[in-house]
């Protein structure tokens, strides 16, 4: 059964920058898809960016290049990373990472996500 717990998340100033992890514990090949999510105060959750098992990355459109998703593994366990940069108070909220193993259609899509971290809040202020 696969894990994910996100750690990272803090307060920050409007233009500073956060690196977010999530451990991923349970993961094999099979698991094609890794992604962040985020859900702002009174917001639907909505996707951030999303790493692909074959390399290939995508990112809200919102990400406007300020963000870099990245992954890391060794000793087959998996380390997931969002680097975000000049942040603004609309990044304000909590991030989830998620995984799934098969997905048809839009790849930033919560509804094709089935196993979720419990999340890591990021609060950005003016």
Known sequence: ???LVETGGASVQTGGSLKLACVVSGYNHNWRYLAW??????KEREG?????????????????????????IVSGKVTLYLQMNNLTTEDTGIYFCAT???????????????????????????
């Open 48 to 72: 951030v960016a999303v790493s692909w098992n074959n390399g290939a990355k995508t990112y809200g459109v919102f990400v406007k290049g300020r963000f870099i998703i990245s992954q890391e």
């Open 1 to 3: 059964q696969v894990q």
């Open 100 to 126: 799934t193993q098969t997905l048809s259609g839009w790849v930033l899509d919560r509804r094709h996500y089935n196993a979720w971290g419990q999340g890591t809040q990021v609060t950005v202020s003016s």
């Open 37 to 42: 999510f985020r859900q702002g105060p009174e």
